[in-house]
């Protein structure tokens, strides 16, 4: 049972450039969320999915998009990427709403 | 403003003695809270939660203590152990009006358990 699995591991890009980052789940969960964490800082959320189809906005959305075209896959999308969108990115999902969100193991994205 | 904060960016503990882990936070709306465990180069892992309407959560060496008069929890271990040895992080949760699960997550602290 894999559970979170995320994407690249590793990516730099050059400032301007674009790419997108996969988050597979193979639990059956129907919410996924996006989080980034930075140093000294908590994790933050990006953007939610509540089922297959929806996507929200969480406390740090600008400069990304999400997709979420099948109930396992949770994309994020950085169309022109930026110095201040380098971090460490963690994709979770969950059964319920109130239940305890499961992690990947992270991409670490540095945006040069 | 960090509506979760934990103050302590680092604890070393004995091998065997209790670890306490504190955090604090400013909405008094948030009524499920967390604590989660983080190895490096690992996702956070979920450890032991509470619900406001609780004070207290035990789960084998860790216990949950929730003063939501004083919007302060505490996470023990006991007795501590090395590979008790991450990042811990607290998180609160304040569900949204779409019902997905808005968690905020404090800073960290690092707890360093000694042979």
Redesign the interface.
């Known amino acids: 049972n894999a559970g979170v699995t995320q994407t690249p591991k590793f990516r730099v890009l050059k400032t301007g450039q674009s790419m997108t980052l996969l988050c597979a789940q193979d639990m059956n969960h129907e919410y996924m969320y996006w989080y980034r964490q930075d140093p000294g800082m908590g994790l933050r959320l990006i953007h939610y999915s509540v089922g297959e189809g929806t996507t929200a906005k969480g406390e740090v959305p600008d400069g990304y998009n999400v997709s979420r075209l099948k109930k396992q896959n949770f994309l994020l999308g950085l169309e022109s990427a930026a110095p201040s969108q380098t971090s460490v990115y963690f994709c979770a999902s969950s059964y319920f709403a109130n239940s305890p969100l499961h992690f990947g193991n992270g991409t670490r994205l540095t945006v040069t | 403003d ?1 509506q ?1 904060k934990q103050n302590s960016p680092s604890l070393s503990v004995q091998e065997g003695r209790i670890s306490i882990l504190n955090c604090d936070y400013t909405n008094s709306m948030f009524d ?1 809270f ?1 604590w ?1 465990k983080k190895y490096p ?6 450890l032991i ?1 509470i619900s406001s309407i609780k004070d207290k959560n035990e789960d084998g060496r860790f216990t949950v203590f929730l003063n939501k008069s004083a919007k302060h929890l505490s996470l023990h271990i006991v007795p501590s152990q090395p590979g008790d040895s991450a990042v811990y ?1 607290c ?1 609160a ?1 304040e ?2 009006q ?11 602290t690092r707890l360093t358990v000694i042979p």
């Open positions: 960090q979760v499920y967390l989660y180069a690992e996702g956070p892992t979920f939660s992080f998180a949760s569900l949204s779409t019902g997905a699960n808005n968690l905020f997550f404090g800073t960290g």
